[in-house]
């Protein structure tokens, strides 16, 4: 079966660095578009990021992280990755990987699979 499994969550100062992975089996990566979401306590969940499967890697970036995060895939590893830098406390969340079929996954209901997240604590 499909399983996303995210790594690489974990407590941080602010202005630190972390580089979620989110590693899948039962399916072929470079056939899925990948999706970042976070949900952080008391919050709805928000997208983050997402890259396409397209050949140019097209991505998008929400607007709070634009600039610090960068998402990527190595689909010969069959893994996605968030570098994630410049960290704030408003960036504390459980982080998602998900993936779509769809080329520009715009919206989480064209996610067909997630992973379980990864607590990731911006802190000092």
């Known amino acids: 079966q499909v399983q996303l499994v995210e790594s690489g969550g974990g407590l941080v100062q602010p202005g630190g660095s972390l580089r979620l992975s989110c590693a899948a089996s039962g399916l072929t990566l470079d056939n899925y578009s990948i999706g970042w979401f976070r949900q952080a306590p008391g919050k709805e969940r928000e997208g983050v990021s997402w890259i396409s499967k397209s050949s140019d890697g097209s991505t998008w970036y929400a607007d709070s992280v634009k600039g610090r995060f960068t998402i990527s895939r190595d689909n010969a590893k069959n893994t996605g990755y968030l570098q994630m830098n410049s960290l704030k406390p408003e960036d504390t969340a459980v982080y998602y990987c998900?993936?779509?079929?769809?080329?520009?996954?715009?919206?989480?209901?064209?996610?067909?699979?997630w992973g379980q997240g990864t607590q990731v604590t911006v802190s000092s």
């Open positions: 998900a993936t779509a079929r769809t080329v520009v996954p715009w919206y989480p209901y064209e996610y067909d699979y």
